[in-house]
């Protein structure tokens, strides 16, 4: 479990903090426009930011964006608004 937590925060220190914020709204079940309204940002620029995770991470999906997020602990501590 530690290293399966550590394995996935190195993960997600390749993307900037913006993206990482958006890593977790993904893992927190928000919708593209949900992620926006919370983070002020515009659709579009969610969908870029979500495209550059997978690509970043080389991920397949927004499962696949969510599953690190879960494992390094992030959803832990974020309340769903």
Do not use: F, M, P, Y
């Given at each position: 479990m530690v290293r399966r937590r550590i394995q996935a925060r190195n993960l997600l220190t390749l993307?900037?903090?913006r993206r990482r914020e958006v890593a977790v709204?993904?893992?927190?079940?928000?919708s593209n426009a949900q992620i926006g309204a919370v983070l002020h940002l515009g659709v579009p620029t969610v969908k870029t930011h979500v495209s550059g995770i997978?690509?970043?991470?080389?991920?397949?999906?927004?499962?696949?964006?969510?599953l690190p997020a879960h494992d390094a602990g992030l959803l832990d501590d974020q309340a769903s608004d």
């Open positions: 993307l900037t903090d709204a993904v893992g927190q079940g928000r997978l690509t970043k991470l080389d991920l397949n999906n927004r499962v696949q964006i969510a």
